[in-house]
């Protein structure tokens, strides 16, 4: 059983920049950051796997920048010139087959099995 533990939320101004830590207490394998506004869809954002490989969602795409430190088992998420619909709850998902290989998998909610209780990210203008 994987713990994933989130933190680094918080508010900013349009175009500040926050970064998100997620720390897992076992092995893992592919890693995601996922969001969810209000009345709205869960959403991928970005996602990692085991051999570094990386892939975004197009809508953060050149500001976001996901990371892994593997020797502190923790997974970040730098976010730069924030948008006020960049204002969600972000959650760390984690899972320990390597799914994220399959092309597109990395940012689909159903890869995961383990999943973090969120830290709330809002952006004003």
């Known amino acids: 059983q994987v713990q994933l533990v989130e933190s680094g939320g918080g508010s900013v101004q349009a175009g500040g920049s926050l970064r998100l830590s997620c720390q897992a207490s076992?092995?893992?394998?592919?890693m995601g950051w996922f969001r969810q506004a209000p009345g709205k869809e869960r959403e991928g954002v970005a996602d990692?796997?085991?051999?570094?490989?990386?892939s975004y969602a197009d809508s953060v795409k050149g500001r976001f920048t996901i990371s892994k430190d593997n020797a502190k088992n923790t997974l970040y998420l730098q976010m730069n010139s924030l948008k006020p619909e960049d204002t969600a709850m972000y959650y760390c998902?984690?899972?320990?087959?390597?799914?994220?290989?399959?092309?597109?998998?990395?940012?689909?909610?159903?890869?995961?099995?383990?999943w973090g209780q969120g830290t709330q990210v809002t952006v004003s203008s």
């Open positions: 990692i796997g085991a051999d570094g490989s990386t």
């Open positions: 076992g092995y893992t394998h592919c």
């Open positions: 998902a984690a899972e320990e087959w390597g799914l994220c290989r399959v092309r597109g998998a990395g940012l689909r909610l159903t890869t995961y099995n383990y």
